[in-house]
């Protein structure tokens, strides 16, 4: 349990966004929008001029962030990386995907989803169970 990664107690965790204008616009509203002393968001609004790089280093910002516990992306941006978000394998800050207004969930294409499907299968047949 020494390895366990902790999350840090002297100030909140916070919740780091990757969405759509919409999303992350009514995920401000509801008081998870953050500004730093160094003017450094913890979202970034995805829209037609955001090229894959910039997603990608938001990405990667957000995932090596230690006041950062969980990371919301909408998987149609999930998607323009999806080699970044499955090749990744912490537990903090946990990626989560969510849907947008113009792109319905699809759990074929969700990384959490299809990594708790193998888990439970690989465990049902281990122990004969179906």
């Keep these: 349990m020494a390895n366990k990664p902790q999350i840090r107690t002297s100030s909140s965790a916070l919740i780091a966004m990757i ?26 609004i995805v829209d037609s001029k955001t090229t894959v790089k910039q997603i ?37 800050p946990a990626i989560l995907e969510i849907p947008s207004k113009d792109h319905p969930y699809d759990p074929a294409h969700d990384s959490v989803l299809s990594r708790v499907k193998y888990l439970f299968s690989t465990e049902s047949v281990a122990s004969g169970r179906r």
């Design 19 to 44: 969405a759509d204008e919409d999303t992350i616009t009514g995920f401000l509203l509801a008081g998870v929008g953050n500004v730093d002393l160094r003017r450094k968001t913890n979202y970034l």
């Design 56 to 92: 990608e280093e938001a990405f990667k910002e957000f995932t090596t962030r230690e006041d950062i516990a969980i990371v919301l992306i909408s998987q149609y941006v999930a998607n323009m990386i999806r080699f970044l978000v499955d090749s990744y394998n912490k537990p903090i």
